[in-house]
């Protein structure tokens, strides 16, 4: 069984490489982020408080996020492990994760502010079928327009110079002393995200011990 959390800055690539773990390894990818969403978008009485929580620009409360993870993982639907993806946040976070489960890595994708705003200003969604593009790695056929349901392709409300300053500034003084506080027990992993895809989970999988892919 693999029990690894992924961390790093806004547009690392968190996603597309818990993605191609998960795929490879048969794991349950548990995004926080998408059970957010899913709670505003159907309505659960936890989503209209995150919803309200997040149009005041206040973070979800860490007892909140604790409860959400504590459910999730209770499901126990993970029979050959997990990737957590979006959490913790914080060090209050941290400690909890490692006071109530036991993992085998935290994978850390590193990138410089710098890539971390072209790749999010380049960041576009469609605005009818919700479809992820990047102007960067994953461009449409046509500009602007869907390649699945020819929707217009937006960018995100918060996808700015002052939204990207602002989260990164968050990262550095609330995410990294939790990896700091993983790092002291010997269980961070660092990448180099600048690199490409392949090659980002290829350097993964050889920090992690795991046979390289198809191989």
């Known amino acids: 069984m693999h029990k690894y959390v992924i961390m790093g800055v806004q547009g690392c690539g968190k996603g597309t490489q818990a993605k191609l773990l998960k795929d490879d390894l048969d794991l349950v990818h548990i995004s926080v982020g998408d059970i957010f969403r899913w709670h505003i978008q159907t309505h659960t009485k ?10 005041e620009g206040q973070l979800v409360p860490d007892d909140t996020v604790e409860d959400i993870i504590r459910a999730r993982l209770g499901e126990h639907d993970w029979n050959y492990g997990f990737i957590l993806d979006g959490f913790p946040r914080n060090l ?77 500034n968050d990262y550095r003084t609330k995410t990294e002393p939790a990896l700091e506080l993983f790092r002291k027990k010997e269980l961070v992993i660092d990448v180099d995200g600048r690199l490409t895809r392949d ?6 999988r050889a920090g992690l011990g795991i046979a390289p892919k198809n191989g």
């Open 199 to 204: 090659e980002i989970q290829a350097n993964i």
């Open 92 to 168: 209050v976070q941290a400690r909890f994760f490692l006071e109530s489960y036991d993992i085998d890595a935290v994978i850390h994708i590193d990138v410089p502010d710098q890539v971390v705003f072209e790749r999010v200003l380049a960041r576009r969604l469609c605005s009818n079928c919700g479809l992820d593009y990047n102007l960067i790695f994953h461009r449409p056929a046509e500009d602007d327009v869907c390649d699945v349901c020819n929707g217009k392709l937006v960018q995100r409300d918060d996808d700015n110079h002052d939204a990207i300053r602002s989260r990164l």
């Open 46 to 55: 936890l989503g209209a408080r995150i919803k309200r929580q997040i149009a």
